[in-house]
Nanobody
């Protein structure tokens, strides 16, 4: 089992910045967590990918946040970060941390952290 604990959400004005963190812990081998990242879900909308990063550092970033959001990962700390700059009201959502054990076809989710961007 994998536990994900998110932090860093909050209220910010448009144009501002926030940094999300997600720390992973596991009862089994944590090195089997290949991919970590972030999804978000705005009110009345489906959950969508924000950014993912592999253990090796390869990234997949949604077009809607490219150039504004940066994902990074500290493998030693089993932590993934999302630096969010130039935030806009449409970025308002609950942001969920995600971890994948690709070899086992398993996904794990954090409880989510709310990001609210005021205009």
């Amino acid at each position: 089992q994998v536990q994900l604990v998110e932090s860093g959400g909050g209220l910010v004005q448009a144009g501002g910045s926030l940094r999300l963190s997600c720390a992973a812990s596991a009862s089994g081998s944590i090195s089997s967590i290949n991919v970590m990242g972030w999804y978000r879900q705005a009110p009345g909308k489906q959950r969508e990918l924000v950014a993912l990063i592999t253990r090796g550092g390869s990234t997949n970033v949604a077009d809607s946040v490219k150039g504004r959001f940066t994902i990074s990962r500290d493998n030693a700390k089993n932590t993934v970060y999302l630096q969010m700059n130039s935030l806009a009201p449409e970025d308002t959502a609950v942001y969920y941390c995600n971890a994948k054990r690709v070899a086992y076809g398993m996904d794990y989710w954090g409880k989510g952290t709310l990001v609210t961007v005021s205009s």
